[in-house]
């Protein structure tokens, strides 16, 4: 059966959707993902606005502001959730791991 779309989100899409916690452009998204994990997860150009293009399909983003070509978006309330919901599913997962290992893998 295939995965539904956006049933868990790839690091880029967990990125993408916490940049725009607060509202932002495209450009903006570019220098923040890499600066918030540290330069391991980046996004390309065209991998970013085909995202915020689904997102917005979703309804998980909304477009707030148009200036020539450069556009700013901001999460909606279901892209909230989405996003809750991927972290408590991130979570659990850490949660599993740390029961199988227990503290010896802490360090």
């Known amino acids: ?6 049933q868990t989100l790839t690091e880029q899409m967990f990125y993408v959707l916490l940049c725009l ?7 903006d998204i ?12 980046s996004v390309g150009s065209g991998t970013l606005y085909n995202l915020l ?3 917005l399909d979703a309804g998980m983003i909304r477009e707030t502001r ?3 070509r450069r556009r700013s978006y901001v999460l909606t309330e279901a892209g909230v959730k989405r996003l809750r919901e ?3 599913r991130i979570a659990a997962q850490g949660e599993d791991y740390r029961r199988v290992f227990g503290e010896e893998e802490q360090k």
């Open 86 to 88: 991927e972290y408590r």
């Open 53 to 55: 293009e689904q997102f």
């Open 30 to 41: 570019l220098d923040r993902v890499p600066a918030m994990t540290g330069g391991r997860v």
């Open 1 to 6: 059966m295939p995965r539904l779309k956006f």
């Open 21 to 27: 916690k607060n509202e932002c452009c495209g450009m």
């Open 66 to 68: 148009v200036e020539g």
